[in-house]
């Protein structure tokens, strides 16, 4: 069964808005990557957080891995057009060296 | 570098009849791994393997075949295509079970 579970399943937001995803394991990961796959198009990898409690940014965009390494979230800060996708989490459960994909959460955005 | 590339792109197929997916990487990738997603889902796993020679079956792997003579090649094989198979085929690759996949572009399969 889905042990990486991934909400929400949908966002609608206005451009500028800021976004929101989680990702919640009910064991432990050993490391955790996020991906991004524009409509119609294949994931693409973004970023990687290992150690508990870690915070990553890549401009607008800001990850976080919780202390327990059961959760995450990626952060947008004021989105825009081109943010518009279904955003990926995977997991490793702990240290299996497989990765987990979550349901993702698919994007939507207003202009 | 081409990375992970799949042939064809887009195929239609009628029912009953078989056809083979390809994928090759050029990464030098030991983990390769085949995945569907219907519309508007998520990511399936279908088969994986951790080196030539070796697979191993995914979440669902029913309807499948696969083989890894190489480490550069892993073609998916459908015997008997079902309207229910009708999906996008991604293949990905990774050099570990835990580090970042990459992706292809996909294979979008109709069977009719």
């Known amino acids: 069964g889905q042990q990486v579970m991934q909400i929400p399943q949908y966002q609608h937001v206005q451009e500028g808005e800021d976004f929101t995803t989680y990702c919640n394991s009910s064991?432990?990961?050993?490391?955790i990557q996020w991906y991004k796959q524009r409509p119609g198009g294949h994931p693409v990898f973004l970023i990687q957080?290992?150690?508990?409690?870690e915070v990553k940014k890549q401009k607008r965009l800001t990850f976080q891995f919780g202390e327990a390494k059961k959760n995450s979230s990626l952060h947008i800060t004021a989105t825009q057009t081109t943010d518009v996708g279904t955003y990926f989490c995977?997991?490793?459960?702990?240290?299996?060296?497989?990765?987990?994909f979550g349901q993702g959460t698919r994007l939507t955005i207003n202009p | 570098n081409a990375g992970v590339t799949q042939t064809p792109k887009f195929r239609i197929l009628k029912i009953g009849q078989s056809m083979t997916l390809q994928c090759t990487q050029d990464?030098?990738?030991?983990?390769m791994y085949w995945y569907r997603q219907d519309p508007g889902m998520g990511l399936k796993l279908i088969y994986y393997?951790?080196?030539?020679?070796?697979?191993d079956k995914g979440e669902v792997p029913n309807g499948y075949n696969v083989s890894r003579s190489t480490t550069e090649d892993f073609p998916l094989r459908l015997e008997l295509a079902a309207p229910s198979q009708t999906s996008v085929y991604f293949c990905?690759?990774?050099?570990?079970?835990?580090?970042?996949?990459?992706f292809g572009d996909g294979t979008r399969l109709s069977i009719l």
């Open positions: 990905a690759s990774s050099y570990t079970g835990n580090q970042p996949q990459h």
């Open positions: 064991t432990t990961l050993s490391n």
């Open positions: 957080l290992v150690k508990s409690g």
């Open positions: 995977a997991g490793d459960l702990q240290g299996a060296q497989k990765l987990v």
């Open positions: 990464m030098n990738h030991n983990y």
């Open positions: 393997s951790v080196g030539a020679g070796i697979t």
